[in-house]
């Protein structure tokens, strides 16, 4: 029987499946892999890393949502900690340095308490982020959470950072089918 890694890693090298289904169970497996996270999104910086785009949201009714943009200058101290640290554990993101910037037009109307993102390379440079995130109620994030994502972010980071880049910017769009 497949572990839960060998599984994601079987989806992401599989030539048969389309970017959407990749994205989809990334998300998937870091929910099944980290218990206290309930919405998972996948996000692409863009070329001068001062914008962020969601190629994938799940969030904890399984709905599937993309094409949301951040900019730096609307959320300077959340790219300011992204752009310089490679994971952001944020158990009370209504009150985090880094994250309370989003409280009134992210956090409070997703009702959203915590937050667990990675920030993923490509060729040293910042690509991409992995954001988990609690709905409902805070947790307190985990050696264990953070080592899962951190893990999921190593098998996955490769295609996230060549694949994904190439396609978003090749055809200026997120996703081949939605």
């Known amino acids: 029987m497949l572990t839960d890694y060998q599984e994601l890693t079987t989806c992401i090298s599989s030539p048969d ?3 959407y289904e990749r994205l989809q169970t990334i998300c998937q497996e870091i929910k099944k892999l980290t218990p206290n996270v309930n919405r998972v999104s ?3 910086f863009n070329q001068q890393a001062n ?21 730096k200058d609307d959320f300077p101290s959340y790219f300011d900690h992204i752009l310089n640290n490679k994971v952001l ?33 490509f060729k040293f440079k910042p690509t991409g982020i992995i954001c988990c995130e609690r709905e409902g109620d805070a947790t307190q994030w985990t050696n264990d959470n953070i080592n899962a994502l951190k893990r ?25 089918t939605v």
């Open 51 to 71: 914008e962020i785009h969601c190629l994938l949201c799940l969030d904890s009714a399984d709905q599937i949502t993309n094409g949301q943009s951040l900019k």
């Open 89 to 121: 554990s944020a158990s009370n993101a209504r009150e985090h340095p880094a994250t309370s910037c989003f409280n009134e037009v992210y956090l409070k109307p997703l009702n959203i308490y915590s937050m667990l993102d990675f920030t993923f390379h």
């Open 152 to 176: 999921v972010a190593n098998i996955t980071s490769m295609f996230l950072s060549r694949d994904i880049q190439s396609f978003y910017f090749e055809k200026n769009t997120i996703l081949d």
């Open 17 to 19: 499946n389309s970017t």
């Open 42 to 44: 996948l996000w692409l």
